[in-house]
Structures are given as structure tokens and as C-alpha cells.
């Protein structure tokens, strides 16, 4: 059983940043992807970014690209989530979640960080 914990969320003027963390636990094999995720009360949960475990190569919701920067630390099977320029809209609760194979879908999930970004 994947565990994934966040960390790194908090309270941010508009303009600032914040660096969210997601270590996961529990793993028996290699991962096929990570993402992040958030989601605002009231609203579905959206896409943010996602990582695939090998190669590196990176996706990104539209209204994050150019600021946001998703990035992994292998051995520490840890994920990042580097927010820069942030905006009042980025404001939600920040998931992280697990994709253990191609087509698998994310299976595994945090319990969320709060990111609050005052205007």
C-alpha cells in the first residue's frame, strides 16, 4: 500500500511562492507517474501537474504553465511542487497521488495541503 504525505502548504501573498512536498511510502516497485492535483469546495478537483518516474518529462494545467515547476528526487521518492507568481485563484486544497502503471490511473492519493493565497 502507497502512503503519500504533503507537506510545504501555508499562507502566501499574492505574487509570492511556495514549495509543496510529497514523499511516498510503501512502494515494492518503481511508480509510473506522479501529480499534482487541487481541488476548491464546491468545485471538481483539477489537474495541476504530473511527473513520469522515468525520463522526467513533465505536464501542466494551462492555467499554472510557465509558473509551476513539478520535479522528483528519486532517491528520496519524493515529488515537488514549486509555485511561483502566485495568483488569489491558485488558492485550494493540494493533493498528490500515485499512478503505480501506464493506464492504471492515479491510484493513490494524500491527504492534501491547504494552499492559501491572499490578494
Known amino acids: 500500500q502507497v502512503q503519500l504525505v504533503e507537506s510545504g502548504g501555508g499562507l502566501v501573498q499574492a505574487g509570492g511562492s511556495l514549495r509543496l512536498s510529497c514523499a511516498a511510502s510503501g512502494r515494492t516497485a518503481g511508480s509510473y507517474a506522479m501529480g499534482w492535483f487541487r481541488q476548491v469546495p464546491g468545485k471538481e478537483r483539477e489537474f495541476v501537474a504530473e511527473?513520469?518516474?522515468?525520463?522526467?518529462?513533465?505536464y501542466y494545467a494551462d492555467s499554472v504553465k510557465g509558473r509551476f515547476t513539478i520535479s522528483r528526487d528519486n532517491a528520496k521518492n519524493t515529488v515537488y511542487l514549486q509555485m511561483n507568481s502566485l495568483k488569489p485563484e491558485d488558492t485550494a486544497v493540494y493533493y498528490c497521488a500515485d499512478a503505480p502503471h501506464s493506464g492504471s490511473g492515479y491510484n493513490y492519493w494524500g491527504q492534501g495541503t491547504q494552499v492559501t493565497v491572499s490578494s
Open positions: 511527473i513520469r518516474w522515468s525520463g522526467g518529462n513533465t
